[in-house]
């Protein structure tokens, strides 16, 4: 038969494909477009979409999710279509997927095999592979042996070859269980080895820089940000999970401010935890900002959702980001927000703007696409504001032979007046209060007039103002 051979691999590449979901009361999703974000996330995989089907349900059926005169509907409609493979939006048993392929001689694909195969065909990284692989081998793996071992049953189909998805490759799944799991621990212990590289990064790179992680929904402009503010770089298209790796550039902020600002990967509504707990290497730049940048795409219908996911999903990573600061005994402060309200030029007037400040306040309306258009000055004054602490006039002493101090000030500050003695440097400059903590923090020996002297300890860098 054909479908069990199907089975064998997860891609809907070049597939025409039928769309289906089950709306139980508690279901959330755009009742403009049900299907929007499925459809998108089929075509990002390749496949061509040529039919969909929604049930309202009070509860799914246990033994093939949506109702069985759906299934039926189904099978006709693939039929009548020429469609070869079911998409459902639900993350679905094995035994949900094998019962269903039964009646309807369709492969079927779950959400979240759907959302990994993505992963798997944008992977270009050493990391980004080996995060795919091991979501692979704990999530798909597991799933098509079930689903090989059902069909031998019913079928009485033995020594099946060509079993294999993406990524791991057939071999790794026709082979014994052991060495899977021997495979998922040294794929763990590399991706621990990079995090904890990549935590060593970060950390130094913070005690130099403000640091900015640019965070949102899949496809809500991140890429575009960070291109428009920094030299740019970053991959941005029409597409679900154009970025599935972090880059950091700077953002000169002018007046000799600079940040550090990283792209991240994007989110999305029921992200499979296999792979949320992949790729939190690929966040960790984002979980130790000093300031997150939510850009949300203000035109999509559907974007209350995706900002409660973003928020949801943010809260879920501050708390892992919690426990491992805890237990690695050092202190972790959850980042300053601020929302971008991106894709301001689709709207057609300002009612949906005015809806998400009152909702957000001190959300600032942005258009990406623009350089210097709407939000970019109201956006570099926040950030300026943010990074500086409060600006005043000061006037403050340094040691000469402190030269490195000398470099920052000059060249962050806006210096009014210089002053050389033999060891020291007495300077009237206009400072924020973070920008003098920062240079504490780093060892500087500030003396400023008309100010006590710190208690040590007290000052972190870029202490934030919440
Ligand atoms: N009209 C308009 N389009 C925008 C704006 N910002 C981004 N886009 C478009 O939205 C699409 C997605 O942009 P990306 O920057 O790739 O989005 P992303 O958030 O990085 O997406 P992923 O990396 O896939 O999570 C691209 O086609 C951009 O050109 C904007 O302000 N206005
Ligand atoms: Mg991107």
Same mark, same amino acid.
């Given at each position: ?294 850009? *949300?795409?203000? #035109? %999509? ?6 900002? @409660?996911?973003?928020? +949801?999903? /943010?809260?879920?990573? &501050? ?78 002493? *340094?040691?000469? #032979? %402190? ?6 000030? @000059?060249?962050?500050? +806006?210096? /009014?007046?210089?002053? &050389? ?46």
């Amino acid at each position: 038969m054909a479908y069990q051979k199907e089975r064998s691999e997860i891609r809907v590449q070049r597939e025409s494909a039928v769309l289906a979901a089950v709306h139980l009361p508690e279901s959330r999703f755009d009742e403009r477009d049900p299907l929007g974000e499925l459809r998108a996330l089929a075509e990002t995989a390749g496949a061509t979409v040529v039919g969909e089907l929604v049930q309202r349900r009070q509860r799914p059926e246990s033994a093939t999710y949506i109702g069985s005169g759906k299934v039926e509907e189904l099978r006709v409609m693939c039929d009548q279509l020429g469609a070869g493979v079911i998409i459902f939006d639900h993350e679905l048993s094995p035994k949900q997927i094998a019962n269903i392929e039964k009646e309807t001689k369709r492969k079927v694909i779950d959400r979240s095999e759907l959302i990994l195969d993505i992963f798997a065909s944008r992977a270009t990284t050493k990391q980004a592979k080996i995060a795919v692989e091991l979501a692979q081998l704990e999530y798909t793996y597991p799933r098509l042996r079930a689903m090989w071992d059902h069909l031998e049953r019913i079928v009485g189909v033995g020594g099946i070859k060509g079993v294999g998805t993406r990524g791991p490759g057939e071999q790794q799944i026709e082979i014994d269980r052991r060495i899977v799991q021997r495979k998922k621990v040294v794929l763990k212990r590399e991706l621990e080895e990079i995090y904890a590289r990549k935590q060593r990064e970060v950390s130094a790179r913070n005690n130099d820089y403000f640091s900015i992680g640019l965070v949102g929904y899949t496809n809500a402009g991140k890429s575009t940000v960070f291109n428009t503010l920094t030299e740019g770089g970053a991959f941005s298209r029409d597409m679900l999970f154009a970025t599935l790796m972090t880059r950091t550039r700077q953002w000169n902020l002018g007046g000799g401010q600079t940040a550090m600002l990283s792209d991240t990967v994007g989110f999305i509504r029921d992200l499979p935890h296999h792979l949320i707990a992949s790729f939190r290497a690929t966040l960790e730049e984002a979980m130790n900002a000093h300031l997150l940048l939510i850009v *949300l795409d203000v #035109s %999509d219908p559907a974007a209350e959702l995706q900002y @409660e996911t973003v928020q +949801e999903t /943010l809260d879920e990573l &501050y708390k892992d980001a919690e426990r491992s600061a805890k237990h690695a005994g050092i202190e972790w402060e959850r980042p300053e927000q601020l929302v971008l309200l991106n894709k301001a030029d689709l709207l057609k007037d300002n009612s949906i703007l005015l809806y998400w400040t009152s909702l957000v306040p001190g959300a600032i309306p942005f258009c990406a696409t623009e350089p210097d258009g709407t939000g970019h000055k109201d956006l570099l004054d926040r950030v300026l504001e943010i990074t500086r602490g409060k600006v005043r006039e000061r006037t403050l002493t *340094l040691p000469l #032979s %402190d030269s490195k101090s000398i470099d920052i000030l @000059e060249k962050r500050c +806006e210096v /009014l007046a210089r002053d &050389y003695s033999n060891s020291h440097v007495r300077y009237r400059v206009m400072i924020g209060e973070h920008q003098i903590a920062q240079l504490r923090a780093q060892g500087a020996q500030i003396q400023i007039e008309g100010e006590p002297e710190p208690v040590k300890d007290r000052d972190r860098p870029f202490v934030q103002t919440q």
